[in-house]
């Protein structure tokens, strides 16, 4: 049923219970553009409430399948920069909202209610001002503003009978389905499977995580035996892109579609780790689907969505990637099913102003990439990665690249798209002139002069010759190089991380010379970096020493295993999406091959042991889903090179042209697309 309304801020329950004092002021008692600095707001609140009661306000409740998106932000207090004091936000879109109330039993029951408030406020708007006659990458700053832009409030088209869905109860109570989804694209693709595959599909779509009867998402890892799930059973957003893809590739968008609406509304909410609070465009590591009593009551039930932010991650880390891979994935998305509408709504373009919003806002960097902490991304325990990764640098500039064909171009927008390009043209020099080594470059820095003080040193980093590791002195071949793990002030860290060489090539990060020249060094160095299983998170481990200070004497990450050198199938995909852009699917099938011998027969586990990954990771989970989604996208895509192309980005010379001119202006190259096509940067 669809009624025309407003969204009503009686709706909102759990979160009125939780800070109603606090909803109260903030709605009502200030006027939108006093929360041009919204963690005052969040000072005012934070001050009066007990450390350990602050993150308890983080549910998002159960609007179900309608997604009013930023609905919550009306409403819910814990979300910041809102207010309805502004006329030009009073929305007046009809729709309807169904609360998912399960009555008597976890089933979900879908009950209609006529919800009724002016507007949603996701109305954080990011303006980026360069100034227009000096663009030197310094002068590019973000200011945070509000723009009055109304949210456009639309529900996500799920219609319960073209479902064919059958749901099963797992021991915690969640849903999960069991069966396939309504093809919702004629893209599917269409060929007869391996009995592996057909057993991989079925798990995969045993993985799914229902809320509110609709797809949301993938657990980590499904495996009944397992009797300490941890937080395995929740919905990962980087495990969930390799399910997402194989859902897309299949056919299958409403769960993609659903996840990125979801994943949306949890965005702004409010999260900390004791009072402080990060950016307001964090998105979640993982989020839980859970059943609680509706009102205390033991009669009827809900689903709440949980997110984790880090604050109850071991170790309490950030997920930087999280935002980063929900841009690469609303641009798959759009490529795979051809449904723009999505990434065009009003309330997605200001999600993605939000990731980029924290992303590029001004700090104390010297450098493009972005500096963050230990354990920010698909390592998410001290791994001595803190600084300036290559996986979080190639995940950024992928986004960046989406970012720059997805944003909407308007008044509110162009600064942003500005320094959208300016980073991109930035980063992409930065990451090829001081990351990338080879045989030829580590011989120079093993020649290089330090202490040298002045704009025009060679050594500008200061690296002394003498951290060059002894392995990598026996280790680098003649055959091609690779964009080294991490980079600051007098350290290089030489480690081999095999998902930020396979995005710099995917997002044509590097030149299409050292692109190249990565995947010449995974084929020269094959038992090193693909051994019995494809493939080494990183290479080679740290030992003795090194892995006492380092992981700070991690029990898990024991050299060879799980982050520290162990193998991880679930990079398979994207060494396949890589070898296919770059022209080598021979490389790639030679690694599905190898997977499929074993994977199956070992229950799909999440990583692999020792040296050349022989064995199944210690405490490796099994069923573990974006290994079975990553074996299946591969053969999709090897099925598929066509598909493949909508995933990756060429060279974009427009980047490069602005790239050279900026750096012209420091009298160091010419300006022109020529001279843009002739430096080592191409
Ligand atoms: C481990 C991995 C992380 C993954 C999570 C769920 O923590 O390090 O990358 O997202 O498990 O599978």
Redesign the pocket.
């Known amino acids: 049923m669809t009624t025309g309304s407003y969204i009503g801020i009686s709706t909102m329950k759990p979160c009125c219970r939780i800070l109603g004092s606090y909803k109260s002021s903030s709605l009502f008692g200030f006027s939108p553009t006093k929360f041009k600095d919204s963690s005052s707001i969040m000072g005012i609140m934070t001050k009066s409430c007990h450390p350990k009661s602050c993150h308890r306000h983080r549910y998002h409740t159960c609007n179900s399948d309608t997604q009013i998106v930023g609905y919550i932000s009306v409403i819910n207090p814990n979300r910041r920069d809102f207010s309805v004091s502004d006329p030009n936000w009073g929305l007046s879109r009809s729709f309807s909202t169904r609360f998912c109330v399960n009555i008597g039993s976890i089933r979900p029951r879908v009950l209609s209610m006529i919800p009724n408030v002016a507007s949603d406020f996701r109305n954080q708007s990011t303006s980026v001002d360069s100034h227009s006659n000096d663009t030197s990458f310094e002068k590019i700053y973000i200011q945070s503003g509000l723009n009055t832009k109304p949210l456009v409030i639309q529900k996500i088209e799920t219609d319960q009978s073209e479902l064919e869905e059958v749901t099963e109860e797992t021991s915690d109570g969640s849903n999960i389905n069991i069966h396939s989804f309504k093809d919702l694209s004629d893209n599917k693709v269409k060929k007869e499977l391996s009995e592996i595959e057909k057993e991989a599909w079925k798990l995969l779509h045993g993985a799914v995580v229902t809320y509110c009867g609709n797809p949301v998402g993938t657990v980590?890892?499904n495996d009944p035996a397992e009797k300490q799930p941890l937080n395995?059973d929740q919905v990962?957003l980087?495990?969930f892109v390799p399910s997402a893809l194989a859902f897309l590739l299949n056919g299958e968008g409403e769960i993609v579609k659903n996840f990125l609406l979801h994943t949306l509304q949890l965005q702004s909410w409010e999260k900390t780790v004791d009072c402080y609070s990060p950016g307001q465009g964090l998105m979640p590591a993982s989020f839980k689907v859970r059943t609680v009593p509706l009102d205390g009551s033991n009669e009827a039930f809900e689903e709440i969505l949980d997110p984790d932010f880090g604050e109850s991650a071991i170790g309490r880390v950030a997920p930087v990637d999280s935002g980063l891979w929900w841009i690469i994935l609303l641009r798959a998305y759009g490529k795979l099913t051809g449904d723009y509408a999505l990434q065009e709504r009003v309330d997605v373009q200001t999600g993605i102003r939000l990731i980029l919003k924290l992303c590029l806002t001004d700090g104390f960097d010297m450098f493009p990439s972005l500096l963050v902490t230990d354990g920010s991304c698909?390592?998410?325990?001290r791994m001595g990665i803190h600084g300036h990764p290559l996986e979080i640098q190639a995940l950024f500039y992928s986004a960046l690249r989406c970012a720059r064909e997805i944003l909407i171009v308007n008044d509110s927008t162009k600064n942003l798209v500005a320094a959208v390009n300016n980073r991109l043209s930035a980063l992409s020099f930065h990451m090829r002139e001081y990351y990338w080594v080879d045989m030829k470059k580590i011989n120079e820095i093993y020649r290089y002069k330090t202490e040298e003080y002045s704009t025009d040193a060679v050594n500008k980093f200061n690296i002394y010759p003498e951290q060059i590791p002894a392995w990598l002195v026996d280790w680098i071949s003649d055959e091609g190089g690779y964009f080294i793990g991490n980079l600051q002030p007098a350290h290089m860290d030489f480690r081999f991380f095999t998902l930020g060489n396979l995005w710099t090539i995917v997002s044509s990060l590097g030149t299409s010379k050292q692109n190249q020249g990565i995947l010449n060094l995974i084929e020269a160095k094959w038992d090193d970096l693909v051994g019995q299983m494809p493939l080494k998170i990183c290479y080679p481990a740290l030992e003795g020493e090194e892995w006492r200070i380092i992981t700070g004497s991690d029990p898990k990450n024991t050299p060879w295993s799980y982050?520290n050198g162990g193998s991880w199938p679930t990079l398979l995909w994207q060494f396949t999406l890589a070898c296919i852009k770059m022209g080598r699917p021979d490389l790639a099938q030679k690694a599905v091959d190898l997977a499929e011998k074993r994977i199956s027969v070992d229950r799909w586990p999440?990583y692999y042991d020792t040296r050349n990954g022989k064995f199944i990771g210690k405490q490796s989970r099994l069923m573990?889903t974006?290994t079975i989604a990553g074996f299946l996208t591969s053969k999709m895509l090897l099925e598929n090179p066509e598909k493949a192309s909508f995933l990756f980005w060429e060279e974009d010379f427009e980047l490069l042209q602005n790239c050279v001119c900026m750096l012209n202006k420091s009298g160091r190259r010419k300006c022109s697309r020529f001279a843009s096509r002739s430096q080592i940067l191409v």
């Not at 698909?378 to 325990?381: F, Q, V, Y």
């Open positions: 980590a890892a395995y990962f980087r495990d698909m390592i998410d325990r982050h999440e573990q974006w």
